[in-house]
């Protein structure tokens, strides 16, 4: 939870210097009158390249100012530590849901005891006095089983406001180091606007200059991409003939949500600008085929962008996302390339087992602790990147085995013990890479023999498991006599391993599948 220097540089060094809040020591620490102990050494602070760069964060008054500039920062960044981690996204959507229910089961609920009819005896006074205790305890009782899914939701809205409080932060602790480089009051910093205000405006210019130009004709290409813009007019989206718009390499911000005009707009290009967010109007481009956001500020993609049915390629790689809309996956159907590398995704929905048409997932350096069994249901994927998830990453599904299309699978720099038994099932498959996991299965020395090996291997496993479950499975039926158990055991274990010697030969030798191989798969 504390800020990353990467992305935090100077927050990270000013909360590195405010005192840590912590847990008294423990008793055996405390001070022995017959074993005085030295005074303990303060630890050692951490070093900073920064303070090299920025000279003047060594100044005392620099620092003060730093610090009461992010105190709000260092009270929540204490709290969250008490409260925990941020859910799973799919988890906080499923709370949302079950609050819904509620609600929708109260207002039922309430309605019934309000349409009861009045007993005759009883005065309409006191007939309305007991509905309203009636409803109360039933508002109580149901309030209190919204408790739990309310405590979630509130989490995550306290974590995405302390995101957004550590961008703040660092961008008031930039003003005040550039007041103290400039020689001014580090305690007034509210100048120095007025120049990026008239840089804007010029840029702004020489967009309506493009958009003047692009507004008396029919135009389907705009490249803008390098101009250093900062801003993106509202009446960009007058040009409703556009079909590429390439805005990429620039130093946006914000897409206004004009775009969604652009109804003939089949590819959008945005990568390496300072976007932190995606209009939800881009749910209306309903014609669009291709969209790079890679190389921004996002943390979350849009609900809305579950819209775009027409997508094909998804580009969000070398972004912040920590997850993906719970729907996404049902929605786009059509798309057959997914990018989401160099993020802080740790876990996909399960509805991206609904993607039944995507060819390529490259979810690479990521924080994924494993795949959704949906994962089976892809079975047009041909190459899937699952590498540098690191120590999250330590199994496998079953279902991976269903995949029967793939013919490249990344699983290098993860830790992975064991390889499912399915994955002999993967006959396309041509490139597995394994390097830097403490596999145990396969061994070693069979990884590096080739996918091939490996999938004998797994052929041979799991065929020495069958062969050990299989006289307890048979003892276990009924109505078989001692004599047919034994008829039936003697020819399955023959051909069974008549096969695996098959299987193995055929390995060796080079040759191609034999009949035993075809025989083994029905077996499987």
Not at 353 to 360: F, I, V
Not at 496 to 518: C, E, I, Q, R
Request: hydrophobic content about 40%; glycine content about 4%.
């Amino acid at each position: 939870m504390d800020p990353n220097p990467t992305n935090f540089p100077i927050l990270s060094y000013v909360m590195s210097k405010l005192p840590s809040i912590g847990p008294k020591r423990a008793a055996a620490n405390e001070f022995d009158i017959e074993q005085p102990k030295s005074p303990p050494q303060p630890p050692p602070e951490p070093h900073f390249d920064i303070t090299e760069r920025m000279p003047h964060l060594t100044d005392p008054k620099v620092i003060t100012a730093m610090r009461l500039a992010v105190a709000d920062v260092s009270q929540t960044r204490s709290m969250l530590k008490t409260l925990g981690e941020r859910p799973y996204h799919e988890l906080v959507d499923t709370a949302k849901l079950k609050l819904a229910e509620i609600e929708a089961e109260l207002a039922k609920r309430i309605e019934e005891i309000v349409l009861s009819p009045r007993v005759p005896e009883m005065e309409r006074e006191d007939w309305r006095s007991e509905l309203a205790v009636k409803e109360n305890e039933l508002r109580k009782a149901y309030e209190k089983e919204k408790e739990e899914y309310k405590a979630l939701i509130a989490l995550d809205e306290l974590h995405e406001a302390y995101e957004k409080m550590l961008k703040d932060a660092e961008q008031r602790l930039e003003k005040i180091y550039e007041t103290a480089v400039a020689g001014g009051d580090v305690e007034a910093i509210e100048q120095g606007s007025d120049e990026k205000s008239e840089l804007k405006e010029e840029l702004n210019e020489e967009v309506i200059a493009i958009l003047q130009e692009a507004l008396g004709k029919i135009v389907e290409r705009v490249d803008l991409s390098g101009r250093q813009l900062r801003m993106l007019p509202e009446a960009f989206g007058k040009i409703h003939s556009l079909i590429v718009l390439n805005l990429s390499n620039n130093q946006l911000t914000v897409i206004p949500d004009s775009i969604a005009s652009l109804e003939s707009l089949e590819e959008l290009h945005l990568s390496s600008n300072l976007l932190e967010s995606l209009p939800d109007s881009i749910g209306l481009l309903f014609s669009l085929k291709i969209l790079d956001v890679s190389g921004n500020k996002l943390v979350t993609l849009p609900d809305s962008i579950c819209h775009c049915r027409s997508l094909v390629e998804l580009d969000a790689s070398f972004n912040k996302l920590s997850y993906l809309p719970t729907n996404i996956g049902y929605e786009l159907v059509n798309l057959r390339r997914l990018s989401l590398s160099f993020n802080k995704l740790r876990s996909l929905p399960t509805s991206v087992g609904e993607m039944k048409s995507l060819r390529l997932l490259d979810v690479h350096f990521n924080e994924l602790h494993g795949l959704p069994l949906s994962f089976g249901k892809l079975t047009n994927l041909e190459i899937v990147n699952l590498s540098n998830n690191f120590s999250d990453l330590t199994e496998l599904p079953d279902t991976i085995g269903d995949l029967i299309n793939l013919k490249e699978l990344d699983l290098s720099n993860n830790q992975i013990h064991e390889l499912p038994d399915t994955i002999s099932r993967l006959d396309n498959l041509a490139v597995l890479k394994l390097d830097e996991n403490p596999l145990v299965i396969p061994p070693k020395e069979v990884v590096v023999e080739g996918v091939e090996a490996v999938k004998a291997y797994m052929i041979k496993r799991r065929l020495d498991i069958l062969l050990a479950e299989e006289p307890q499975v048979m003892l276990g039926e009924m109505g078989q006599t001692p004599t047919g158990l034994v008829t039936r055991s003697t020819s399955w274990l023959s051909g069974a391993v008549s096969n695996v010697f098959g299987t193995v030969a055929g390995y060796l030798g080079g040759g191609g599948k034999s009949d035993a191989d075809h025989y083994l798969n029905q077996q499987l």
